[in-house]
């Protein structure tokens, strides 16, 4: 790796991508040395400050050219427990590297992440929403990934993981004991060490329910439920969302998808806005209404006002007619 830094922050929300990026860091870090003698570790608690921290990394290096103090859940800390932390990072001490680990971004104050980004640097380790982003996520994972899977076995992999690409990296592992390093990987290959599929996005959700494709819309919803451990309100909330913004566009008169994005408020890209009108446009009014008709009775029926169906039927049956208001679906 390039010359060692005083200080790195390893942030996301998938406890199992910030692990492993904690790990191949700290690996990097120690080279060919001893962990034993270079690496020590600290829990991060609600009830104590970081004064152990900041004495160990301004402790020089015993019998090795470097300590890398490692702090888990660095997140834990108040502002004022951190002060100790944050005087050290003003004058951190060469041969020293502070890894600290945070997965709740919330409570992560901006004084941490700019005392490390004055002297170090911060590892995001979240993947992308989007599916362009995540894409690309995935295939710069696979870069130094220990088998080489094939487009049609990477296919499947990203439709089966969905959102759980936190279990690609032990995927590529086992795939690798079962072929060899460096294997070529086809998609009969790879299918039987999938497991249970994970969840998806939103957007597939209603991507699906706006092309009027019901079996897909109904399998995505499904996975939401289940690998995803969505409440069906949750899933209410997206599809009322989702929606709304057809709603907003519905008789405003926009042109194109610029005014689009202004009506609904939307920064930066605008391919949101122009999906959101390109639907209200082939719905009509009477479809946007019907839509939000159909979220009203379903939204009584999970309250149990009206039906007493269980939840998954209730969702899996809005959604097939969702999905049916389209041209495509009135056919």
Do not use: C
């Not at 446009?281 to 008709?293: I, K, N, P, S, Y």
Request: charge should be negative.
């Amino acid at each position: 790796m390039t010359e060692p830094l005083a200080a790195y922050l390893v942030r996301g929300d998938d406890p199992v991508l910030r692990a492993e990026a904690a790990r191949s860091l700290i690996h990097e870090l120690v080279g060919g040395g001893d962990a034993a003698l270079m690496v020590e570790e600290h829990e991060a608690s609600d009830d104590g400050d970081t004064s152990a921290i900041a004495d160990a990394a301004q402790t020089p290096p015993f019998l090795t050219d470097r300590r890398v103090v490692v702090v888990r859940d660095v997140s834990a800390y108040s502002s004022d427990a951190l002060e100790p932390l944050l005087r050290y990072l003003d004058e951190p001490l060469p041969s020293s590297s502070v890894v600290l680990v945070a997965g709740d971004k919330g409570r992560l104050g901006q004084k941490l992440v700019n005392a490390v980004k004055k002297v170090g640097h911060v590892v995001d380790t979240g993947v992308p929403g989007n599916r362009k982003g995540r894409s690309a996520w995935l295939a710069d994972q696979l870069k130094s990934a220990p088998v080489r899977l094939e487009p049609a076995a990477l296919d499947v992999v990203e439709h089966h993981l969905g959102e759980d690409l936190g279990r690609l990296a032990n995927l590529l592992e086992a795939l690798a004991a079962a072929y060899g390093h460096g294997a070529r990987i086809a998609a009969d290959d790879v299918r039987p060490f999938l497991g249970e599929a994970g969840s998806v996005p939103p957007w597939e959700l209603t991507d699906a329910i706006d092309s009027g494709d019901t079996g897909k819309a109904v399998s995505s919803l499904q996975r939401m439920l289940a690998a995803g451990d969505r409440h069906p309100l949750q899933v209410m909330a997206t599809l009322h969302a989702h929606y709304a913004r057809m709603l907003r566009l519905d008789g405003a008169g926009v042109r194109d998808e610029a005014q689009a994005a202004e009506v609904l408020g939307m920064k930066g890209s605008t391919f949101p806005a122009k999906k959101a009108l390109t639907q209200a446009r082939r719905l009509g009014h009477d479809g946007v209404t019907e839509a939000f008709r159909l979220l009203s009775d379903a939204d009584l029926d999970l309250r149990k006002f009206t039906k007493d169906w269980p939840e998954q039927l209730v969702m899996e049956v809005l959604v097939a007619r969702l999905s049916r208001l389209g041209p495509r679906g009135r056919r």
